[in-house]
């Protein structure tokens, strides 16, 4: 597609289940984020992959948070145990690896912890 | 973001102008992003600043003095459209890779 596709779009999910959250980026890109974004609150950095190289997990609030990409494509979100505070518009974004180059967000997934 | 301020809400009438500030701090500057994001959107890109001074994108201008660190987004012309969020980003030479650094946002309210 021309976009960041994200899905699921709405996710409700009961204290304690697991979720997982798919982004795929922008053909081309090869940086790709996580963010987070709560009601009145900033977009909160989660992650960020770039290549082959390691990921920079140092924004990811706990350790029931993960992620991972696949063939340099695709990734995937995992919340374990999810609580309630974790409910929040997850948002990916992809970009091109130069210092001017914007990120290119998805239209998030809505994560309602009930 | 904690290093990022921006109004948390403005109002303004349609047809006219406003200027919305944003300053930061870092140790590391390289690029100043304004993103407008719609209630229940993504936020989209509107402009990129990283030498001083002023860039000019149809109705929307960002303005930059680094040694200052202080940046506006100065919107001509309101339309109700314009009603949105609009978030200052920063991106840090100490963040990870080319990760952003967002403000909590400033909401824009349009009226005739």
């Known amino acids: 597609g021309a976009g960041v596709s994200q899905s699921p779009s709405n996710k409700v999910t009961e204290k304690g289940k697991d979720v997982e959250l798919r982004c795929d980026p922008i053909?081309?890109?090869?940086?790709l984020y996580w963010y987070r974004q709560s009601l009145g609150q900033g977009l909160e950095f989660l992650i960020y992959?770039?290549?082959?190289?390691?990921?920079?997990k140092s924004g990811l609030p706990s350790d029931r948070f993960s992620a991972e990409r696949t063939g340099g494509s695709v990734s995937t979100l995992t919340i374990q145990r999810t609580q309630q505070e974790d409910s929040a518009v997850y948002l990916c974004?992809?970009?091109?690896?130069?210092?001017?180059?914007?990120?290119?967000f998805g239209n998030g997934t809505r994560l309602t912890v009930t | 973001g904690q290093n990022i301020d921006q109004p948390t809400e403005m109002t303004a009438t349609e047809g006219a102008i406003v200027q919305i500030n944003c300053t930061y701090q870092t140790s590391g500057f390289n690029g100043l992003f304004w993103y407008q994001q719609h209630a229940g959107e993504a936020p989209t890109f509107l402009s990129y600043?990283?030498?001083?001074g002023l860039e000019e994108k149809g109705r929307f201008s960002s303005f930059l003095s680094r040694s200052k660190g202080y940046s506006y987004l100065l919107l001509k012309e309101l339309q109700m459209k314009d009603s949105a969020s609009y978030l200052c980003?920063?991106?840090?030479?100490?963040?990870?890779?080319?990760?952003?650094?967002f403000g909590k946002g400033t909401s824009l309210l349009v009226t005739p």
């Open positions: 980003a920063v991106r840090d030479d100490s963040n990870s890779g080319y990760a952003l650094n």
């Open positions: 992959f770039q290549g082959n190289s390691a990921p920079d």
């Open positions: 974004a992809s970009s091109l690896v130069q210092g001017n180059s914007p990120l290119h």
């Open positions: 053909s081309g890109h090869t940086a």
């Open positions: 600043n990283v030498l001083d």
